[in-house]
């Protein structure tokens, strides 16, 4: 029988989370009229990291490969998002190096773990 993986033990997915709240916070402080563009853009994408492990987490490793490789490309278009809100102000220089650092230190461990899957 195949090894499934608990997600909630997983230090990706709490990551993942954490950086999912993170992220919420700082949209509260989105102008109005981005509400339904780029914040919730910025939104699907914080919420699919985790949610990706979650939901992978239950399949097996080949297939959990394929749910990883979707949740980081989500951190990648996150990242691309984040820029863009910097430019347009809704975000300061320290909220996206903060942001930055945690998405990129997620990625790594990410590719890690992925890595580690037979």
């Known amino acids: 029988m195949a090894t499934r993986h608990n997600y909630k033990k997983l230090k ?3 990551l993942g989370l954490e ?3 993170e992220i919420s916070d700082v949209l509260i ?3 109005k ?3 339904y563009d780029l914040a919730s853009q910025i939104s699907k994408c914080s919420v699919s990291m985790p949610s990706n492990i979650a939901e992978g987490s239950a399949r097996t490793d ?3 490969k394929h749910f990883l490789d979707i949740s980081l490309g989500s951190s990648f278009e996150l990242g691309t ?5 910097h430019h347009r102000k809704y ?3 320290n909220q996206l190096i903060k942001l930055e650092d945690k998405i990129e230190e997620w990625q790594k461990m990410t590719m890690g773990f ?3 899957l037979d």
Request: proline share 4%.
């Open 19 to 21: 950086i999912s709240n």
């Open 91 to 93: 975000i300061n220089d």
């Open 114 to 116: 992925q890595n580690g």
């Open 29 to 31: 402080e989105f102008p």
């Open 62 to 64: 080949k297939s959990f």
């Open 81 to 85: 998002q984040l820029l863009v809100a």
């Open 12 to 14: 990706i997915w709490r």
């Open 33 to 35: 009229h981005e509400r």
